[in-house]
């Protein structure tokens, strides 16, 4: 398909892991990213991962891809409240410059 | 400036008026693009600019919208005749040309039509 797809919303308990899930489209993505957006902000850059990686690590944040699934997905361990937000994956559409496609955004809900 | 400013942070029009929503990017970004989120909804492009130039403005919904960039830094994106359903998010952002490091994002604009 087209688009880049997401599941809309994930519930998690304080402390524990969560895991967001993204299938892209573009096998010719070089990039792929995570994006953040809490309530009334802009996107916050968090991470990505370069085509020709299959994991990356970033403190609390691990992000895996397969590439022949096309599937992305962002571990964040020992979610703390301050996690919720929505989330965005984002690929690279090729095309002579660097236009990213996003999908509709993962809404994570910390609980106590 | 020391990230992308965009203004007004509100906007709240009746249907049928023209609005202007600006956008000023961080200085030396060359790419910018327009982005708009409906609510519940994810980005949706609207128009890439390099510089002055617009190679990719495939993403505009109809000839009511239209984009400039003057000096390779302020852009404004014009909504003519706005209907209900243009109310949204309206996200600009910028990045260095053939940057791998994604984009950096405003605030953006919302706009309600009533």
């Known amino acids: 398909g087209e688009d880049v797809e997401q599941s809309l919303f994930l519930s998690v308990r304080e402390g524990d892991s969560s895991v967001i899930n993204c299938t892209y489209t573009?096998?010719?993505?070089?990039?792929l990213y995570w994006y953040k957006q809490e309530p009334g902000a802009g996107l916050q850059l968090l991470t990505y991962?370069?085509?020709?990686?299959d994991m990356k690590q970033d403190q609390r944040l691990t992000v895996l891809l397969n590439k022949k699934d096309k599937h992305l997905s962002l571990r964040i361990a020992d979610t703390q409240t301050g996690d919720s937000a929505i989330y965005f994956c984002a690929e690279v559409r090729s095309g002579g410059y660097n236009k990213l496609i996003f999908g509709a955004g993962t809404r994570l809900a910390v609980h106590p | 400036g020391a990230g992308v400013s965009q203004s007004p942070s509100n906007k709240v029009t009746e249907k049928g008026k023209d609005v202007e929503l600006r956008c000023d990017p961080i200085s030396g970004h060359t790419a910018l693009y327009w982005y708009r989120q409906s609510l519940g909804q994810g980005l949706e492009f609207l128009i890439y600019?390099?510089?002055?130039?617009?190679?990719?403005k495939s993403g505009l919904p109809s000839d009511r919208f239209s984009a400039e960039r003057t000096g390779g830094s302020v852009s404004t994106l014009t909504i003519q005749r706005t209907q209900q359903e243009d109310s949204a998010v309206y996200l600009c952002?910028?990045?260095?040309?053939?940057?791998?490091?994604?984009?950096?994002f405003g605030s953006g604009t919302r706009l309600t039509v009533v």
């Open positions: 573009d096998s010719s993505s070089t990039y």
């Open positions: 991962i370069f085509s020709n990686m």
């Open positions: 952002a910028s990045a260095h040309r053939g940057s791998n490091y994604g984009y950096t």
């Open positions: 600019f390099q510089g002055n130039s617009a190679p990719d």
